[in-house]
Nanobody, 114 residues
Framework: QVHVVESGGGLVQAGGSLRLSCAAS????????MGWYRQAPGKQRELVARIFKSGGTNYADSVKGRFTISSDNAKNAVSLQMNSLKPEDTGVYYCNVIRGMNYWGKGTLVTVSS
């Protein structure tokens, strides 16, 4: 079992920045990748960014150039630096860990006001 905990959400004005953090604990040997998803009200959960154990990353087109994902493999942690935030970035952000199967955190709310 992998336990996933996010932190760092909050309220910010458009154009501002936030940094989300996520830590995995428990049976963490063999984690393949960690990433961030978000779910806006009335919409499906979508991938925001993912980082693989190899260091490779991928991003949703809507956040490229604004968001940066980074990891600390020694600590089994991942961060998401979000700059130039837009109201459409509002949603609950979930940390995802893949270790044979998907593990999810409870989510942290990000609200971007216009």
């Amino acid at each position: 079992q992998v336990h996933v905990v996010e932190s760092g959400g909050g309220l910010v004005q458009a154009g501002g920045s936030l940094r989300l953090s996520c830590a995995a604990s428990g049976n963490i040997f063999g984690i393949n990748s960690m990433g961030w998803y978000r779910q806006a009200p009335g919409k499906q959960r979508e991938l925001v960014a993912r980082i693989f154990k190899s260091g490779g990353t991928n991003y949703a087109d809507s956040v490229k150039g604004r968001f940066t994902i980074s990891s600390d493999n020694a600590k089994n942690a991942v961060s998401l630096q979000m700059n130039s935030l837009k109201p459409e970035d509002t949603g609950v952000y979930y940390c995802n860990v893949i270790r044979g199967m998907n593990y999810w955190g409870k989510g942290t709310l990000v609200t971007v006001s216009s």
